[in-house]
T-cell receptor
Framework: DAKTTQPNSMESNEEEPVHLPCNHS???????IHWYRQLPSQGPEYVIH???SNVNNRMASLAIAEDRKSSTLILHRATLRDAAVYYC?????????FGKGTLLTVNP | NAGVTQTPKFRILKIGQSMTLQCAQD?????MYWYRQDPGMGLKLIYY???????DKGEVPNGYNVSRSTTEDFPLRLELAAPSQTSVYFC?????????????FGQGTRLTVV
């Protein structure tokens, strides 16, 4: 399974954009890059996924490097409700394995 | 739709006891998963299933068993509970489409083994 590397923690201010990086240098050519987040005391929830092109949805944007060895999750305007652990999954499309993720703190 | 439902929400077991964690989904998803999450850590995959009658080991399968007799249900069995199995357990399901996947998670079962 492809290994992903994320910073342990990041901090942001409310209403500012947040860029969460992920390295997945061993990802195969057909594996999608998935992002999930886990709010305190809850199960993980899906955020976004992509293969090669940048992707946008109502929650976030996903920017994928041209060589697919890294990606960045972009929260355009962080709110206090975005404080969570963000997980980048870069392995098998069906055997979903999680790393330690990035703890995002949002300051008011 | 209820999504993914886990029962019970909380349970305390004594060492050596056994129990089954229930997981049910009403989305007709073919893939289902069991994870455990220890305090301050990420999720570890215990077992997963790609359809009724088919299961496979994840990263940490020792001490657990699963079965998948129907599309909807994916119970996780602990036969001889040990303190090391104290954790929060999450069940998830998804429908693999060939264009990535959005998995849905239950709210978790908090298990304490004493």
């Amino acid at each position: 399974d492809a290994k992903t590397t994320q910073p342990n923690s990041m901090e942001s201010n409310e209403e500012e954009p947040v860029h969460l990086p992920c390295n997945h240098s061993t990802i195969s050519g057909t594996d999608y890059i998935h992002w999930y987040r886990q709010l305190p005391s809850q199960g993980p929830e899906y955020v976004i996924h992509g293969l090669t092109s940048n992707v946008n949805n109502r929650m976030a944007s996903l920017a994928i490097a041209e060589d697919r060895k890294s990606s960045t999750l972009i929260l355009h305007r962080a709110t206090l409700r975005d404080a969570a652990v963000y997980y980048c999954l870069g392995g098998s499309n069906y055997k979903l394995t999680f790393g330690k993720g990035t703890l995002l703190t949002v300051n008011p | 739709n209820a999504g993914v439902t886990q029962t019970p929400k909380f349970r305390i077991l004594k060492i050596g006891q056994s129990m089954t964690l229930q997981c049910a989904q009403d989305m007709n998803h073919n893939y289902m998963y069991w994870y455990r999450q220890d305090p301050g850590m990420g999720l570890k995959l215990i077992y997963y299933s790609v359809g009724a009658g088919i299961t496979d080991k994840g990263e940490v399968p020792n001490g657990y068993n699963v079965s998948r007799s129907t599309t909807e249900d994916f119970p996780l069995r602990l036969e001889l509970a040990a303190p090391s199995q104290t954790s929060v357990y999450f069940c998830a399901s998804t429908q693999l489409t060939g264009s990535g996947t959005e998995a849905f998670f239950g709210q978790g079962t908090r298990l304490t083994v004493v």
